[in-house]
């Protein structure tokens, strides 16, 4: 009899570890992946297609927006914007076929402020859980809506943010918070929201004493954070303008601070075998933009770790806006100009070094085995992870492309400047 049951538990355990597999297979619920570590959740994924073959469906894609769909149950959430600013949508379309299943004109604006050209209104991703869809549009407007009626649950258009260039952070959901940045030319912050109704948990502005002396221009960020485990603590990695801050996620206080340069950081943190891995965004020398730089830091101190925590710093073609990806140890950096470098993740050590055609802001993501790489024109490498550099494929959309490809079961959903595209 003890033997029966303890059958009846072990088949109900695997049950339920095998739905979670796959179930992570099948969604897709923040900027580069649910793990947010641009590693895709599947066991294979689509090698070869063109703008004609191995489509599954095509639609259109109201107004104009570089953020990357996620997926929950089936559903694909996209934002997007009118052009200029006026006008700022979700909309939900099935995953199986394509079709539109919900429209909303979310937030709405008389005078938006000015946008870089290359940016749009809507870059920032959404995120999703099993219950509610999150969408942010800088200081535009911020909302929650429900997954299945497509009610709005509630929303926030009071968290003003002088972005100069557009709104570019994507939220990220940790436990019962929302978490957004709001990081412009005038007092750069961070929020912790209650997700269920909006509400402010905490706010951290960035140090005035620090930010302040700077010119405006400097002060700006568009990154996108990350929480960690850092022995019993839950750290929010930011990597701001000028300098990246560890937040206690629970109550935004400063846990530890790391300087390294100026401006328009955009690359997402990393964590991988107790490093975290920051982006400077662009140094100045002289007033003009030099360089960036990749730096790993040892997490676990406390106040400025500057000079006593960095691990190892990178400075040759580290890439700007698109995110690195680490596979079995090595950082595989894809520079907006083309150049893939492959480093050490734990000295920064470089193993190799390869030009790729075009220009990238879409971020590498890894797939089935292989590393996906899509240029702003659509033109998609794929690479074999490893000691050199080997091209497993190449395929072109020949489409608009600057949002990250979103891989759910055995196919992948990309988002282009004008369509929403299923490929197998």
Request: net charge negative.
């Amino acid at each position: 009899m003890m033997t029966k049951k303890i059958n009846f538990t072990a088949i109900v355990f695997l049950f339920f570890v095998l739905a979670a597999c796959q179930n992570k297979q099948q969604n897709w619920t923040h900027f580069r992946g649910s793990d947010m570590d641009g590693h895709a959740n599947v066991e294979t994924a689509p090698l070869n297609w063109s703008d004609t073959e191995n489509i599954v469906w095509k639609v259109p894609v109201k107004g104009l927006g570089w953020s990357s769909p996620v997926v929950y149950d089936g559903r694909i959430w996209v934002t997007s914007a009118e052009k200029e600013g006026h006008e700022f949508y979700l909309f939900c379309f099935d995953l199986e076929t394509g079709k539109l299943l919900n429209e909303q004109t979310i937030f709405t604006a008389e005078d938006p402020q000015r946008i870089h050209g290359t940016n749009s209104y809507a870059t920032p991703t959404p995120c999703v859980d099993e219950d509610h869809i999150y969408v942010h549009y800088g200081s535009f407007g911020t909302a929650c809506a429900d997954t299945k009626s497509f009610e709005v649950i509630w929303k926030r258009d009071d968290l003003p943010c002088k972005h100069m260039q557009g709104p570019a952070s994507s939220p990220i959901i940790y436990k019962d918070k929302l978490i957004v940045h709001l990081e412009g030319t005038e007092d750069p912050y961070v929020l912790a929201l209650d997700k269920n109704t909006g509400e402010t948990i905490w706010k951290s502005i960035r140090p005035k004493e620090i930010y302040d002396p700077l010119e405006p221009v400097y002060r700006k960020s568009y990154q996108t954070p990350i929480v960690i485990t850092v022995g019993d603590r839950d750290l929010l990695i930011s990597n701001s303008a000028y300098m990246c801050f560890a937040h206690d996620v629970t109550t935004g206080e400063v846990v530890w601070s790391f300087k390294y340069g100026y401006d328009s950081t955009v690359s997402q943190p990393l964590f991988y075998n107790g490093l975290v891995f920051v982006n400077s965004g662009w140094i100045f020398l002289d007033g003009v933009p030099y360089f960036t730089r990749q730096f790993a830091i040892d997490p676990t101190g406390e106040g400025d770790v500057t000079e006593t925590h960095q691990v190892w710093m990178y400075e040759n073609e580290v890439p700007q806006i698109p995110t690195p990806v680490i596979v079995d140890g090595k950082m595989y950096m894809v520079h907006d100009r083309g150049m893939v470098t492959c480093l050490d993740a734990m000295t920064g050590n470089v193993i190799w070094k390869e030009k790729l055609k075009g220009n990238f802001n879409s971020s590498p993501i890894y797939a089935g085995g292989n590393i996906y790489c899509i240029n702003v024109k659509g033109f998609c490498t794929i690479i074999k992870p490893g000691d050199s550099f080997e091209k497993v494929a190449e395929n072109d959309i020949s489409e608009t492309v600057k949002a990250v490809p979103v891989f759910v079961g055995d196919k992948m959903l990309l988002r282009s400047e004008k369509n929403l595209i299923l490929i197998q």
